[in-house]
């Protein structure tokens, strides 16, 4: 049994995979994540494939927001950009949905940019409410904008394809899913380790310190919009390659509270939160739609005052949560592993 902590150097405690133990296990997570679609139904993983959208989305959002104090209101309309120049990149443009996808995440990092550029005068509820702005002048451009973006009738784009291989289903899509969702978590997991991600955390603890350390706050926090708004954009163009369809509709004010919801519930600051946020928010709707569908078989009648009830139930869900747990999910399973490391000596 483990029963101290003897790093003797900075590397060593900043390892992701600190014992063997925590690689085994982890392993057994990604062999089960691989074998998933051989044995889950087809609505399973739509809610898979909605989860992995959700957590590139929800890591970014926390890099910004949990990571370098960057509240972040617009978070669905950098979705949008990266969504729309996924679909105007593959349809007219003719570039492979491979290629179309990143360049559509640079295109949004470049509007994040742009819109954190603020962020260099003001901070806090001002921040907010210029990020708010940006929301609302997007989702205007996305619906008004009709020559670039056919308005509310959305564009449809064909599904991702490799070497005559279509990721049409759910099944196949979800290892798309998958593999980029990997991806981002590793990247986001080893920024934090670096000068940039130390940078990032003294901006939010205390700017005007981390000036005086000889911390640059016009680069550093663009760099957060840039990097947030980037995995917005794979977010969004991977929604809209799983959707075939894109349409001002799937972007709303109300997704980016959802996400800002994500990262508050798992933790700020904690990319293990950002998943376990993005893991609430999607299951929890999903699971009281399970629940109103039970109630109307077997109670007839019920469902008109459960169906009404489930946004109530909710929201009540995430303040109850919020009261008792403030520092989120991360927080809570911390102290269940330190609870079983110590078990049953608890000094």
């Known amino acids: 049994m483990r029963c101290g902590d003897f790093k003797e150097a900075y590397l060593d405690d900043e390892k992701i995979f600190q014992t063997l133990f925590v690689k085994f296990w982890l392993a057994v997570l990604l062999l089960f994540l691989i074998c998933l679609p051989l044995v889950a139904n ?37 979705m949008g950009i990266g969504g729309y120049a996924t679909a105007i990149l593959t349809t007219r443009v003719g570039i492979p949905f491979w290629f179309a996808l990143p360049i559509a995440a ?27 702005a940006a929301q609302f002048i997007l989702n205007w451009v996305f619906v008004h904008w009709e020559s670039m ?30 593999v980029l969702a990997v991806i981002a978590v590793g990247f986001a997991r080893n920024v934090l380790r670096t000068k940039w991600g130390r940078a990032f955390v003294a901006i939010r603890d205390r700017d005007l310190a981390a000036e005086m350390m000889g911390i640059n706050l016009f680069r550093y926090k663009l760099v957060a919009f840039a990097l947030s708004s980037f995995y917005a954009g794979i977010a969004g163009g991977l929604w809209v390659g799983f959707m075939k369809v894109v ?26 939160g950002s998943i376990f946020g993005a893991i609430f ?67």
């Open 247 to 272: 349409t001002p509709e799937h972007f709303p004010f109300l997704l980016s509270i959802e996400y800002l919801a994500m990262v508050i519930v798992g933790g700020l600051g904690s990319i293990l």
């Open 281 to 347: 928010m999607i299951l929890v709707p999903e699971t009281l739609n399970v629940l109103s569908s039970a109630s109307k078989s077997l109670f007839p009648g019920l469902e008109q005052l459960f169906m009404p009830m489930k946004e109530v139930i909710f929201g009540a869900l995430i303040v109850l949560f919020l009261i008792f747990e403030p520092h989120g999910l991360a927080e809570l399973w911390q102290r269940t592993k330190n609870f079983f490391s110590l078990w049953p000596f608890s000094y």
């Open 42 to 78: 087809e609505y399973v993983l739509y809610i898979a494939n909605l989860i992995g959208f959700a957590v590139i989305g929800a890591v970014g959002l926390n890099l910004l927001t949990g990571c370098t104090g960057q509240i972040s209101l617009g978070h669905a309309a950098f």
């Open 149 to 178: 973006t056919h308005g509310i009738r959305g564009i449809n784009v064909p599904p991702p394809t490799l070497g005559g291989f279509a990721f049409d289903t759910e099944k196949s899509y979800y290892y798309v899913t998958l």
């Open 106 to 132: 640079l295109v949004a990092a470049l509007v994040g940019i742009l819109v954190g550029i603020p962020s260099l005068r003001v901070k806090g509820l001002y921040l907010c409410i210029a990020t708010l």
